[in-house]
């Protein structure tokens, strides 16, 4: 058995390129060793095809090039054709693998099955982390998991054996922790069905989150397309130490660049404070780049990344990726579109919110700050963990500060939850003794998953209403995204911080110079966190949670029930009639901030992500309404009676009336679930007109068939009322870099018309033509 990756460079090579001699420190093939001492088909570490690309495109630009343009130049699929214009053109790019989490993978696979396709063409895998909920502790909520989903996870796990996919069982850990444990590695291109796939930047990869139907093009072997980013360079001088973490650098950088800073573009750090944080530490600022509308972020090669490949039994690779150092660091002169510089030397601890992740605090003044704006002073809940911080180190430097509270007498004031990021940290932290400090000091320790991150968690220390604060150590933190709660006050921070606040119990507690009370009266302050980087010992990989593909799947069946809830194969949408779209119903004007949760709410609905019409019965209904300032309570303009926004919705669609959404900035940030995209499109939907879109959902919307257009002029968001009709005119010209005219039709009888801009492309004109990417795929079959 030669494992199919090899084949397809094998073949790659043979037909591209004549047949030559492979040198070892040119391309290897390797074994990667899995986090459970387990073995999965061969990683592809091709640096040679990265240098060759990288020979072909330096001949054409002839100028010095940035990290992120080396990875993501090295990975075209014609370097010798491909016309490369930061921030305007479309790249066709090949990836080196794909990764999808349980609950976007449901529709990935379905698209996939949808595609006819026998095998995926790229290596990729499953992660189950999303359907985990919190209740009680890790192993009776794993165990929960597994009975209340066993028909999800019995999909993913016949789809993967089926398809050539690598299944992660529930309780494997969070996708992103065993992408860095596993199979990232300096250079590397990864697509991830996950908003927060970057975090592999902290091995030197390009990993960028995409939409399931992004996910279906690679595993099919079609090239991917992205606009080619521009690149934001961060410049790190000085050193971190004392309170000051790696999560510091990128809640100072949001702050900086805001929610919709870094779109289009890839965050490349560089400079010689690079070297004072650690590889999973540049992961956590890599992670939450996601946060500020970034592409990816991005971290040169260095001895911290040699160490952690060595630690996570990839001595191989990182041989090879020495070799190869040149190919993986900045050039000399490069140039950066936008440069920021902070010296970590002189950078403070941070804390950011509530209901943003760039509204910036130091530390030390987030107490006044909190007083003077009225938010709830007292911490209920204290939370670590998650994929953005959840590795040996940011477990170690918690452990610390908890042993010294624990040494003084005392416990957490607030709740107190720890969610390990993967079955290799769990057992790694267990076997060290930091798991039972943290609970000694009032700690639950959660399931290896997402778990409240991302609003899988079942609290009940607070009514849904009541004004109440909590903070993490998570990426996101918008209105009722960790609880449901629209109340509650989220703040991100390092778990370092969280941990001291959760002590103390209170925002007003700043751990640099604040006391605390020990039982007996005694007055202490707290020394600042230490923590190992790595394990002096190896990791403890666990139990062993990784089904690896059988060579010859034909005997693997993949059964959907037709009565299901939670499974439902696809039906394609319908192609474009040829005819412009033409007195659509506004079905609602959103007000102000509008992220995927808003649109395709996560939490309890996580369990539909695999039934298209049942996840539809959430559409928009976080969204706020222009009209009367409320959430899911729109007006039928046929009927004159208010409703939920899908109900209005499955009315327009069951009297043949096709609808708009009109939004503001920035729509669509967050997370890169395509629900957010499909649910429109199978309730009628088939323009979204806003001020600007966040890049993944953008091309989300672009993928099912649905056009996504920005106002010429923002003012004209104004001119909309909520009971026009709208059309779009021009369609039969439709072509790239064309603007489309909107003609409003006001209820009292006047209208006006609009210009609105798009980013279509010529392939992307032909997914609408067809009705779907997915449609467009089977045409060239």
Known sequence: YLPYCSIFFLLQLALGHGVRRLHVSAALFVKAKVAMSRYEPTTCVNYQKLRSNLDIVRKRLDRPLTLSEKIVYGHLDDPSGQEIVRGRTYLRLRPDRVAMQDATAQMAMLQFISSGLPRVAVPSTIHCDHLIEAQVGGTQDLQRAKEVNQEVYNFLATSAAKYGV?????????????????????????????????????????????????????????????????????????????????KDVILKVAGILTVKGGTGAIVEYHGPGVDSISCTGMGTI??????????????????????????????????????????????????????????????????????????????????????????????????IGSCTNSSYEDMGRAASLAKQALDHGLKCKAQFTVTPGSEQIRATIERDGYAKILRDVGGVVL??????????????????????????????????????????????????????????????????????????????????????????????????????PPPDSSSVHVDVNPQSNRLQLLEPFEKWDGRDLEDMQVLIKVKGKCTTDHISAAGPWLKFRGHLDNISNNLLIGAVNIENDAVNKVRNQLTGEYGGVPDIARYYKKNGIQWVVVGDENYGEGSSREHAALEPRHLGGRVIIVKSFARIHETNLKKQGLLPLTFADPHDYDKIRPDDKIS????????????????????????????????FNETQIEWFQAGSALNRMKELQ
């Not at 009292?748 to 018309?753: A, L, N, P």
């Open 166 to 246: 690598g299944f992660w069982k529930p309780g494997s850990g969070i996708i992103h922790q065993i992408i860095l444990e596993n199979y990232a590695y300096p250079g590397v291109m990864v697509i991830g069905t996950d908003s927060h796939t970057p975090n592999g930047g902290g091995l030197g990869g390009i990993c960028i989150g995409v939409g399931g139907a992004d996910a279906v093009d690679v595993m099919a072997g079609i090239p991917w397309e992205l606009k080619c980013p521009n690149v934001i360079g961060v410049k790190l001088t000085g050193s971190l130490s004392g309170w000051t973490s790696p």
């Open 286 to 383: 890599c992670n939450m780049g996601a946060e500020i509308g970034a592409t990816t972020s991005v971290f040169p090669y260095n001895h911290r990344m040699k160490t952690y490949l060595e630690k996570t039994g990839r001595g191989e690779i990182a041989t090879l990726s020495e070799e190869n150092k040149d190919i993986l660091v900045p050039d000399p002169g490069c140039h950066y579109d936008q440069l920021i510089e902070i010296n970590l030397s002189e950078l403070k601890p941070h804390i950011n919110g509530p209901f943003t992740p760039d509204l910036a605090h130091p530390v030390a003044e987030i107490g006044a700050v909190a007083e003077k704006s009225g938010w709830p002073l007292e911490v209920k809940v204290g939370l």
């Open 447 to 548: 399931a290896n998953a997402c778990g409240p991150c991302i609003g899988q968690w079942d609290r009940r220390d607070v009514k849904k209403g009541e004004k109440n604060t909590i903070v993490t150590s998570f990426n996101r933190n918008f209105t009722a995204r960790n609880d449901a709660n629209p109340a509650t006050h989220a703040f991100v921070t390092s778990p370092e911080i969280v941990t001291a606040l959760a002590i103390a119990g209170t925002l007003k507690f700043n751990p640099e110079t604040d006391y605390l009370t020990a039982p007996n009266g005694e007055k202490f302050k707290l020394v600042p966190p230490t923590g190992d980087e790595l394990p002096t010992r190896d990791f403890d990989p666990g139990q062993d949670t990784y089904q690896q």
């Open 728 to 759: 779009i005119i021009g369609l039969k010209k439709f072509a790239p870099g064309k603007p489309l005219k909107a003609v409003l039709k006001h209820s009292d009888g006047s209208q006006d018309t609009i210009q609105l801009n798009h980013t």
